[in-house]
């Protein structure tokens, strides 16, 4: 028997258990007495006492044991007492008259909502010998055809209710499948629409560095054809005007036009240069990695007021402007998960230039987390956990600073705080990658 209620006695199920396990049981009990007492009332006979007093005592057994025991009835060892002291009861009162057959639907009742499979068969096929002895009542047992109308009646009841209990535990198996089927339907739906809108967030950010790396590529561009055309052009003409001065000696009357021209050409030279510093990624248009860094830093202090140590060792060398930009966006992608997950009360930066590579590092002091879900080498976010959106920006930091050969790793403990370090071979400042 069940340690929980079965599908069939649960209303949520689209069935009304506690009419059908309260009232009719005790409807058909009452009907039965008032029908012993109109019948046998005038006959003066003493049987009627007991008769109503195994009624009382069946009424009082459902009232006790079941109906006042809510809790009970998911405690399969106190149903199964319940259910077997009513069948006795029911027994007993059919073995006193034939007409209290008529109160078998009870436990009928009980054995399908209250028994488990396959109990509940047993249960069932009880209930069906008790009804069927009752059916039988009339038919004398004296002869052997009397005999076996008896037995036939008993079996006919015994198989009709097992072949109905058979089919609705088949249709309760059914219906457990269709639940099951739309609980995991469902699960599959949530899990759908969790991808699609991590799929969304990916591709709106990916979108954005697409576009961010196209603006940069196409500065970088502009900045190579200054640099490469009129830039040199500039410089070719100054050249070779203060080759003419050297070679030749300039008539008096051509030293304001020799002048003007060269001052005209400088001029020209100092404008293209200043195009293509403009042309640096923001916010390196007007600064160094080092002083962006600390630029980047000061404004993320001022907006989440906690102090951000900028520090930067070795001799300071030049670097293609992609390098830089890669570090700089790690820096404000660090900061940001900083922010938003660690719970730091100390954040440093450094920038450390070494023989062949500069290295950018973020620590902080906070929650940390442990990274073993990550791959060696893969991005930190400064988390208790690697967030599901955080992680898209993690990605595009690892495959900006890989892109330039480089390698970004995490260090992190739970409660220990968290630390990334990012690390690209420094070429030369005219270098691409």
Request: aromatic fraction near 6%.
């Amino acid at each position: 028997m069940s340690g929980q209620m079965p599908e069939s006695c649960d209303a949520e199920q689209g069935r009304p258990p506690f009419l059908l396990v309260t009232v009719v049981p005790y409807t058909l009990l009452a009907a039965l007495v008032i029908f012993k007492v109109i019948v046998e009332r005038p006959a003066g006979d003493d049987s009627l006492l007991v008769d109503l007093g195994l009624c009382g005592l069946a009424a009082g057994w459902m009232l006790v044991m079941f109906t006042l025991r809510p809790a009970w009835w998911e405690r399969p060892l106190i149903m199964g007492v319940f259910f077997t002291g009513l069948v006795v009861i029911t027994a007993i009162l059919v073995a006193r008259d034939p007409v209290f057959g008529l109160f078998t639907p009870a436990p009928y009742i009980y054995a399908f909502t209250i028994l488990r499979w396959p109990w509940r068969l047993l249960g069932v096929a009880t209930v069906a010998v008790v009804a069927g002895v009752a059916q039988a009542s009339d038919v004398p047992k004296t002869t052997a055809l009397g005999l076996t109308i008896s037995v036939i009646i008993v079996v006919v009841n015994i198989v009709m209710m097992c072949v109905t209990a058979w089919f609705l535990q088949l249709a309760e198996q059914e219906r457990e499948q269709r639940v099951q089927a739309l609980a995991e339907l469902s699960r599959t739906n949530r899990l759908l629409e969790a991808t699609l809108a991590e799929n969304a967030g990916l591709h709106t950010q990916l979108l954005a560095q697409a576009r961010e790396a196209g603006i940069l590529d196409e500065r970088q561009r502009m900045a190579r054809e200054i640099h490469d055309t009129l830039a040199q052009g500039l410089t070719g003409i100054i050249t070779q005007l203060q080759a003419a001065e050297q070679m030749h000696d300039v008539p008096e009357r051509w030293h304001r036009p020799f002048e003007a021209v060269k001052t005209l050409a400088r001029e020209s030279l100092a404008e293209a240069r200043r195009s293509v510093d403009a042309l640096r990624p923001e916010p390196l248009e007007t600064a160094r990695l080092s002083d962006a860094l600390t630029d980047v830093a000061d404004r993320w202090s001022r907006l989440h007021g906690l102090a951000v140590q900028v520090t930067t060792t070795g001799t300071v060398r030049p670097m293609t402007p992609e390098t830089e930009f890669a570090l700089l966006r790690t820096a404000q992608e660090a900061l940001a998960n900083v922010a938003k997950h660690a719970r730091a009360t100390r954040v440093g930066v450094t920038l450390s230039y070494l023989e062949h590579e500069v290295a950018l590092d973020v620590r902080d002091d906070g929650r940390g987390f442990e990274p073993a879900g990550l791959e060696a080498g893969a991005a930190g976010n400064g988390a208790s956990q690697p967030p599901s959106r955080g992680g898209f920006g993690l990605t595009i930091m690892r495959q900006r600073v890989e892109g330039l050969s480089g390698s970004l790793r995490i260090e992190s403990e739970p409660g220990a705080g968290t630390g990334i370090s990012a690390c690209i071979p420094i070429l030369p400042a005219g270098s691409r990658t």
